[in-house]
């Protein structure tokens, strides 16, 4: 059974950082690309950054570029969110995501995931 676990949320005052983490388990995902995504309250859930199998290419969204790193390590089966520079409009339940068969490229579609964590919310105040 695939499961995929997020941790790392919090609250953090405006300018500040966490890292969130998502570990993987019931499957080795180090030939998968790796997504995070993110919902508001009241809002459709959004592409914040993909990474490639091999961790070499990733995507993060205009929103989050420059403030925002995706990273893995496949050894631990683990993709990571590293966020700085947090605003206050970053706040939303943040979900890691993983595809049904291993693929290349990461994309930034939610359709294109099959598996997902159970989120982790991340709060920013002003």
């Known amino acids: 059974q695939v499961q995929l676990v997020e941790h790392g949320g919090g609250l953090v005052q405006a300018g500040g950082s966490l890292r969130l983490s998502c570990a993987a388990s019931?499957?080795?995902?180090?030939?998968?690309?790796m997504g995070w995504f993110r919902q508001a309250p009241g809002k459709a859930r959004e592409f914040v950054a993909c990474?490639?199998?091999?961790?070499?290419?990733?995507k993060h969204a205009d929103s989050v570029e420059g403030r925002f790193t995706i990273f893995r390590d496949n050894a631990k089966n683990t993709v990571y969110l590293q966020m700085d520079s947090l605003k206050p409009e970053d706040t939303a339940v943040y979900y890691c995501?993983?595809?049904?068969?291993?693929?290349?490229?990461?994309?930034?579609?939610?359709?294109?995931?099959?598996?997902w964590g159970q989120g982790t919310q991340v709060t920013v105040s002003s």
């Open positions: 019931g499957r080795t995902f180090s030939s998968y690309a």
């Open positions: 990474i490639a199998w091999s961790g070499g290419n990733s």
């Open positions: 995501a993983a595809p049904l068969i291993p693929t290349v490229v990461c994309g930034t579609d939610a359709g294109r995931y099959h598996y």
